[in-house]
């Protein structure tokens, strides 16, 4: 439990941060995105490093993203949301990205999930990141991204299932870190903000992963009693 009230004050302490450097950041990043977009369209021949340029500007502006999830108090539990018709959502969204790395997106749903109250657009970006986590750790390798949904007693279990690298014992404990990543143009936020948000939801995340073989992200949401 103490480990436990450390992470959240250090959650806590990274939240207030965050909110502070996200909203100094932001203007002058909309303006430079504006300017590049004038400039790429004004420039006949192709600039190589306009395309450079976006590329990071991209890069700046998702950790921004992911710092105003973090910056933000508390979820907005507040709308009745399915679950899996959430996950459905969020898969005709990756599904592109992963065909084009010749990985399959799986869903497999009990009957009859209850609906939850909860934050469905913070829980999307939970299910976005799992599944782009999945994606990356497969390394272009075809194969699969597995997702269940079940219920257990007063809980919902999502499991997402890849068939990547895997992770050691180390590296599990150390997910959640801010800016741990082991990727080249990674941000190391994207299990910090899943931490945060499932934290939010009164729900827990287990992890099991073997290295070489893959990785399986338990998600358990409490289903309210009426
Ligand atoms: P990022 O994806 O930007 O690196 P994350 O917080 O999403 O940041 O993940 C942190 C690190 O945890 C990753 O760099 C990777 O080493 C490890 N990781 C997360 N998910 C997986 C997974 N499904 N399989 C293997 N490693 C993973
Ligand atoms: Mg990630």
């Known amino acids: 439990t103490e480990e436990l009230l450390i992470q959240s004050e250090k959650l806590f302490a990274v939240g207030q941060l965050a909110a502070s450097i996200v909203h100094e950041i932001r203007n002058p990043l909309t303006s430079l995105m504006g300017f590049l977009q004038l400039i790429e369209h004004s420039d006949g ?11 990071e500007l991209m890069r700046i502006h998702s950790i921004t993203n992911e710092l105003l999830v973090l910056a933000k108090p508390q979820a907005k539990k507040t709308n009745r949301e399915n679950i899996p018709s959430l996950l459905n ?3 005709k969204l990756m599904d592109s990205q992963a065909i084009k790395v010749g990985i399959e997106l799986v869903l497999y749903s009990e009957e009859n999930v209850p609906d939850i109250m909860c934050d469905g657009q913070q829980l999307k970006q939970v299910f976005i990141n799992l599944i782009k986590n999945g994606i990356e750790a497969m390394d272009e390798k075809p194969g699969k991204i597995t997702i269940r949904v079940v219920r257990k007693d007063h809980h919902i279990i999502l499991s997402f299932t890849d068939e990547g690298i895997g992770m050691t014992p180390e590296q599990i404990k150390k997910l959640g870190e801010p800016f741990f990543t082991t990727k080249q143009k990674g941000t190391g936020l994207g299990m910090l903000t899943t931490f945060k948000i ?3 939801h009164e729900g827990n995340i287990e992890i099991e992963s073997e290295v070489g073989k893959g990785t399986t992200i338990h998600v358990i949401l409490p289903i309210q009693s009426e």
Not at 45 to 55: F, H, P, T, V, W
């Open 198 to 200: 499932i934290e939010n």
């Open 89 to 91: 959502d969020v898969m």
């Open 45 to 55: 021949e192709k600039n190589e490093y306009l395309k450079i340029m976006s590329d």
